[in-house]
């Protein structure tokens, strides 16, 4: 979600309920409950300073090299604390893993309790897991059963495995139920003052985001130590 102005309420519902009744029984109120996720800017900032000489000798290639790799670092760091194990402050967003159980050996036993237990809180539509390098190598070693491996070909019993060293260890979800929300575009503030005694420009990076899961019972999620 982007563009967005102030705090953000995502309204959930737990949907309406019915019941068998006898012929001329009155209905039971079948309403469901109301509940909302709130969605807050929280601030993602650094600063660069960079040589004026750096700048005057290539100003293209230079400006472009730079936007890349602010984009990278902003991206490389939301995804860290998205797949990470903190708790969520009024600063931070909570990480996915935080409050995860352990997982010491990842086996075909543990994926199938994972898809096991998505199942029972109807969670349906298209899962994927997200590991960690370890959890992922460990995964293409176990054995499932007298057929192969537990991972083979990108996938776990079908479905697709992503890899990233941000992931503390294995989640599997419906990642359509989970809300990236950005706050105005990326701010860039050029000084070209406070550090212009020893020939640089320095560059104040602004950027404003929140993540959460719309439903926390569409992921669940392991600890891989």
């Known amino acids: 979600m982007t563009g967005l102005v102030g705090n953000v309420a995502i309204p959930m519902y737990d949907g309406t ?25 929280k601030r993602l900032t650094a600063f660069i300073d960079v040589s004026k000489q750096f700048l005057l000798q290539d100003s293209v290639s230079a400006e472009a090299m730079l936007r890349n790799d602010i984009v990278k670092a902003l991206s490389n760091k939301l995804e860290a604390t998205i797949l990470g ?35 029972e809180a109807n969670v349906y539509g298209d899962y994927c ?55 105005g575009a990326i701010d860039l503030t050029i000084d070209p ?16 985001f929140d993540a959460k899961p719309r439903r926390s019972e569409a992921f669940v999620a392991g600890v891989v130590e």
């Open 85 to 119: 194990d903190a708790a969520g402050t009024n600063k931070v967003p909570a990480g996915i893993f935080n409050g995860a159980d352990a997982v010491t050996t990842p086996d075909y036993l543990t994926t199938v309790s994972m898809e096991e237990t998505l199942e």
């Open 17 to 41: 309920t019915v019941g068998w009744e006898g012929e001329i029984d009155p209905a039971k109120d079948g309403a469901g409950k109301f509940s909302e996720i709130e969605l807050s800017p």
């Open 193 to 208: 003052y406070s550090q212009a005694v020893n020939g640089k420009v320095r560059i104040i990076i602004n950027a404003y």
């Open 129 to 183: 897991y997200i590991v960690s390098p370890k959890a992922k190598a460990l995964l293409r070693i176990a054995k499932k059963g007298d057929n192969g491996f537990v991972m083979e070909n990108g996938e776990v019993n079908g479905i697709k495995v992503l890899c990233t060293s941000a992931a503390k260890g294995m989640v599997l979800g419906n990642f359509s139920e989970y809300v990236i929300a950005q706050w």
